[in-house]
């Protein structure tokens, strides 16, 4: 059964970054691409590399849409639902994410 799981506060993550946590022994990726509360969050293993990197990925606009394109081997994925614009078959998880009294909450 998945509930939410406060991570950390809002203003611990800046604006265009992202950040890891941990969530029930899975390591997630959390995303603010702008200065608000809107927020995403995906599995932070590169399915490429197999490494725990996600997180330190660029963020991107591209038609409109936000990416995070991979620190290693720069495979980009959509951060709305994990799609990986090179490689669909590569795709990753991706979890509800709220803030709630300015608490960052993932639900995994």
């Known amino acids: 059964m ?3 799981r406060a991570v950390c506060d809002i203003e611990q993550i800046l ?3 992202g950040v890891c946590a941990l969530v029930n022994n ?17 599995s932070n293993i590169d399915p490429f ?15 409109n849409t936000l990416w995070v394109a991979s620190p290693l081997k720069k495979q980009r ?13 590569h795709s990753v998880a991706t979890y509800p994410v709220r803030v709630n009294a300015g608490k960052v909450e993932v639900c995994a």
């Open 49 to 63: 590399a197999q490494a725990s990197v996600l997180s330190r990925g660029i963020i991107a606009e591209h038609d």
């Open 2 to 4: 998945s509930q939410w």
């Open 15 to 17: 604006p265009a970054t």
């Open 77 to 89: 994925f959509r951060l709305s639902d994990g799609y990986c614009m090179e490689d669909a078959a």
């Open 26 to 42: 899975q390591q997630i990726a959390i995303f603010r691409p702008h200065h608000s509360d809107e927020l995403f969050a995906m």
